[in-house]
């Protein structure tokens, strides 16, 4: 079975800074998605950034990018120019590739404290 | 809706009954996701539905635990003669086809059962 590790409970940055959350996955498939969800404290998960193991090149969206190392199975998040409005949990999660099961396997999540 | 809908957003219920959550994904949406998140850890998947029918429910704990969406859009996760260990953040989630292939999953804030 597929699983993820996240290493880290808890993380704090300073505003402005920036601070990368690890990830590592476990799993035999060679096609598969990997993704960084945020969940403030209304509960709702919101995608960061999302990588397909297929593409070698690393995922972007704003200050957020990851550092994806297909052979040592590990999927890190880097957030840049860190604000107030980043805190939040951050949970790293893994999906098969096209054709298998459409469900999410996540980590336990780290926590990421902003301080002004 | 403008997002996934949840109801209610609270509930406590005592050991033994029965309850009821529902879920109301974003309109026209085909594939919609429960997730059962307990104190601490990461989201659990519980079952995955493509239009009326359930795609996968290998994540549903065991017979106590039951999801239908009849019309393909509403859906009620039930749980029968509830337990303390069921107390949880139970999220509810939906893509236009199947998120994995290529739509982004839109979660709801959550239903946040309590057993007591």
């Known amino acids: 079975a597929q699983t993820v590790t996240q290493s880290q409970p808890e993380m704090s940055v300073q505003e402005a800074e920036t601070v990368t959350l690890s990830c590592t996955y476990d799993?035999?498939?060679?096609?598969?998605?990997l993704f960084w969800y945020k969940q403030p404290p209304s509960r709702q998960m919101i995608l960061v950034i999302r990588?397909?193991?297929?593409?070698?090149q690393n995922a972007t969206e704003n200050r957020f990018s990851v550092n994806f190392q297909k052979a040592a199975k590990s999927f890190s998040l880097k957030i840049s120019d860190s604000q107030l409005g980043d805190a939040a949990m951050y949970f790293c999660?893994?999906?098969?590739?096209?054709?298998?099961?459409?469900?999410?396997?996540f980590g336990k999540g780290t926590k990421l404290t902003v301080n002004p | 809706g403008a997002g996934v809908s949840q109801t209610p957003s609270n509930k406590v219920t005592e050991k033994g009954k029965y309850v009821e959550l529902r879920c109301d994904p974003i309109?026209?949406?085909?594939?919609l996701y429960w997730y059962r998140q307990s104190l601490g850890q990461g989201p659990e998947f519980l079952i995955y539905?493509?239009?009326?029918?359930?795609?996968?429910d290998s994540g549903l704990p065991n017979d106590r635990f039951f999801a239908v969406r009849p019309e393909g859009s509403v859906s009620t996760l039930k749980i029968q003669r509830t337990e303390r260990g069921d107390s949880a953040v139970y999220l509810c989630?939906?893509?236009?086809?199947?998120?994995?292939?290529?739509?982004?999953?839109?979660f709801g804030e959550g239903s946040w059962l309590t057993v007591v």
């Open positions: 990588q397909e193991a297929y593409k070698q």
């Open positions: 999660a893994y999906s098969r590739g096209p054709g298998g099961s459409e469900k999410l396997v």
């Open positions: 989630a939906s893509s236009a086809t199947g998120g994995i292939s290529g739509n982004t999953i839109y």
């Open positions: 309109s026209g949406h085909t594939a």
């Open positions: 539905f493509q239009g009326t029918g359930a795609a996968d």
């Open positions: 799993t035999s498939e060679s096609d598969y998605y």
